[in-house]
């Protein structure tokens, strides 16, 4: 099982909408899929159709079991499937926005995610984690739960002062982690179309040479119209611009997959 979070600490950048849109495809393409859902503002649970505000099995009673010491989690039961094949969430409920005030006191809350993961690790071959916008703990599971991290990222010049702090705080919790995640940063929400976001790109090629995907997802209206319908943009409208692009990122994480696992087994 394959374990890809997606994350920014800039709100607004395509984060939930690039979870839904990878995990359509995978689920699409027969992977069984898992999308898991660390933003207390519960977007992506809201996406299928689910309601954070009232929603009794959550993420966050993996948390608060952890916190009761409680033995055998079992995050199977807090586990929904969607409307689609193959694809299946573990919702957020707002209640986890008050986990950073109740885990401060608790301390050693960064692997409540990894570790209940671990147990469904033979019925998912990808989960997709969406992260909220802010450093808290909910983000410091997402990041120390995975094995790549992609960060969406407009092509603006205010949003590469946030990636400096993200890709700042990605480094201090790798510091921690023994097998180093690797990171993508995509660009969205591309409007080719203006000088400032073409400009935009150069510079965050040149900032980030290594880490930079060579393409961009664009700005496509269907993207929104598929939030309304709670369907992923690549079931609704698969021949759009922004599946195409989709399709070309997650083609190229597969391969990445591939030679990282290939290394791993010379090693
Ligand atoms: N490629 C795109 N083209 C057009 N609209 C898009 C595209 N990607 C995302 N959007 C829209 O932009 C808005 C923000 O996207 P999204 O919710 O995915 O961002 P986010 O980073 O998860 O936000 P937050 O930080 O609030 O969780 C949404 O209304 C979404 O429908
Ligand atoms: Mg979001």
């Not at 999308?35 to 519960?42: F, I, N, R």
Request: glycine share 6%; charged share 20%; net charge positive.
């Amino acid at each position: 099982m394959k374990i890809w979070t997606v994350s920014n600490q800039k709100g607004g950048v395509g984060k939930t909408t690039t979870v839904v849109s990878l995990a359509g495809l995978l689920s699409s393409w027969g992977f069984r899929t898992l999308v898991v859902d660390l933003d207390p503002h519960g977007s992506l649970t809201s996406y299928f159709k689910l309601n954070p505000d009232e929603i009794e099995l959550s993420v966050y009673n993996l948390f608060h079991d952890t916190g009761q010491k409680k033995t055998n989690i079992d995050p199977h039961a807090y586990i929904q499937t969607t409307e689609f094949d193959g694809l299946s969430i573990l919702p957020a409920s707002t209640a986890i926005a008050t986990l950073d005030r109740q885990v401060a006191s608790l301390g050693g809350m960064g692997l409540v995610v990894s570790n209940a993961l671990k147990k469904v690790s033979n019925d998912y071959d990808y989960v997709l984690i969406d992260s909220p916008p802010m450093l808290g703990i909910l983000m410091i599971n997402a990041l120390a739960a995975c094995q790549h991290i992609i960060i969406p990222s407009l092509a603006e010049h205010l949003a590469l002062k946030g990636l400096e702090r993200m890709i700042h705080t990605v480094e201090m919790v790798f510091k921690s982690r023994k097998n180093k995640p690797s990171y993508t940063i995509v660009p969205t929400l591309f409007d080719k179309r203006t000088r400032a976001a073409r400009d935009s790109l150069i510079r965050l090629k040149q900032s980030y040479p290594e880490n930079v995907w060579n393409s961009v997802i664009p700005i496509d209206t269907k993207v929104r119209d598929a939030s309304i319908e709670g369907v992923p943009v690549t079931l609704y409208a698969p021949k759009s611009k922004s599946v195409e692009a989709y399709t070309a990122l997650l083609e190229l994480l597969l391969l990445e997959n591939k030679k990282v696992d290939k290394k791993m087994a010379v090693n």
